[in-house]
């Protein structure tokens, strides 16, 4: 039989390989962080039939002889180029700008996805819809301190969720009592009990020697009031003096804990102006709420946002690393798995450590080009077609062969 045969049917075989990684491209065309492949030919082994001859005396060296016996597909490579982002304005979809995956456990291994398509399940956990595998991050605690050096971790999202009552400790006041007053200055501030409930601060500032302001507090109206224990004092040149660490002020409403405030004056100045003016910088009080919605930020930190006004960190994403991504292997579901080429695995916060940032209500489409994928098409079909004629042909001669003992 003719070696042009057989190297053709290699041909033929290892084409229409490529014509199944086209299609599968262009099937994906639309389907949501799906990265492209691509085949590449190499030649199959050849027969020698003579070897090289190097230079002797007077004649020159012949070159080898050697007839090449077909092709074979040498990669398929997943191009993991960035697709364009398509903004769809739902609060749990997820794209990535940058380097790399998602990470979603299936409950015994992780897997790796570009595909940001998360929901919220009625366990209240971050998780593909599709599949039920849950997003993985760092969860922080009830005062929202995070973790990120602990392992990954699935992702709670507890819409609904109690924020209890906190009790106000500490005022912040800023500004400036005017140097010539015309009289008492004031400012008042809404602060909370352990029970939640809001009372209204009034501070008033009267002063009683150059650069020396007594000040004194009422709350509701005078249902408690006092004077402070330190006088609030200034330099010559209008800038704080005293009393450093602030001063407290202490309350008791019914059927709560007392309640004991400091005032930090740090912040007041007193220069000349045609009047004070003094501001409340915050409080640390609130009243009890409830987690009504969340926003996730770029570097992945999904932050809480409560009835109350209130604003906590629950969790952020961690995005995985390889050391090739290009050897993972994939799992469906636009999903990938770890192999052996791909390195280890590296999880870290988005925006950190050479990955990219999320960007939240986005989805990253994939990065198919068909303009590409047709211009391939037509060259693997004209392959396929000039093999298969080499195969025509060798039948042909073939037969004219065997037609000679005619």
Do not use: C
Request: glycine share 12%; net charge negative.
């Amino acid at each position: 039989m003719m070696r042009s045969m057989f190297a053709a049917v290699s041909g033929l075989r290892n084409h229409q390989v490529k014509m199944d990684v086209i299609g599968n491209n262009i099937a994906n065309v639309n389907t949501v962080g799906y990265k492209t492949s691509r085949v590449s030919f190499q030649d199959m082994l050849s027969q020698t039939i003579r070897g090289a001859t190097a230079p002797q005396g007077s004649l020159g060296g012949s070159n080898p002889q050697q007839v090449g016996l077909g092709m074979l597909v040498k990669t398929i490579d997943t191009i993991l180029t960035q697709g364009s982002l398509e903004a769809t304005g739902k609060l749990t979809d997820l794209a990535i700008q940058g380097n790399g995956f998602f990470v979603v456990n299936d409950g015994t291994a992780n897997r790796y996805t570009r595909a940001g398509i998360f929901d919220i399940n009625l366990q209240k956990n971050l998780v593909d819809p599709s599949t039920g595998y849950k997003v993985q991050g760092w969860q922080a605690d009830d005062t929202g301190v995070l973790d990120i050096t602990l392992p990954p971790t699935e992702i709670s999202i507890p819409i609904g969720e109690l924020m209890v009552a906190e009790d106000t400790n500490n005022v912040l006041l800023a500004g400036n009592l005017d140097a010539s007053p015309t009289g008492p200055a004031s400012v008042s501030v809404q602060v909370y009990d352990s029970l939640g409930v809001a009372h209204t601060l009034v501070t008033t500032f009267t002063q009683t020697a150059a650069n020396t302001w007594q000040w004194s507090w009422d709350v509701d109206g005078g249902a408690w009031s006092g004077v402070g224990v330190s006088n609030v004092t200034f330099n010559p040149d209008g800038t704080f003096l005293g009393p450093v660490g602030g001063d407290t002020l202490t309350f008791n409403p019914a059927g709560a804990n007392p309640v004991n405030i400091t005032i930090d004056f740090a912040n007041l100045t007193q220069f000349d102006d045609t009047d004070s003016n003094i501001i409340v910088r915050s409080q640390d009080g609130f009243a009890m709420g409830v987690l009504e919605t969340f926003t996730i930020g770029s570097d992945g930190i999904i932050t809480g946002v409560f009835s109350n006004g209130m604003n906590r960190t629950l969790a952020r994403l961690a995005l995985a690393m390889f050391g090739n991504s290009a050897g993972l292997m994939r799992s469906g579901g636009t999903m990938f798995q770890q192999s052996t080429n791909s390195g280890e695995v590296r999880l870290v916060a988005p925006g950190e450590s050479g990955v990219g940032s999320v960007i939240p209500g986005s989805l990253e489409m994939a990065n198919v080009d068909l303009a590409q994928e047709f211009t391939n098409m037509i060259t693997t079909q004209r392959g396929f077609q000039a093999n298969s004629r080499i195969i025509t042909t060798s039948d042909e001669m073939l037969m004219e062969l065997v037609n000679l003992k005619r």
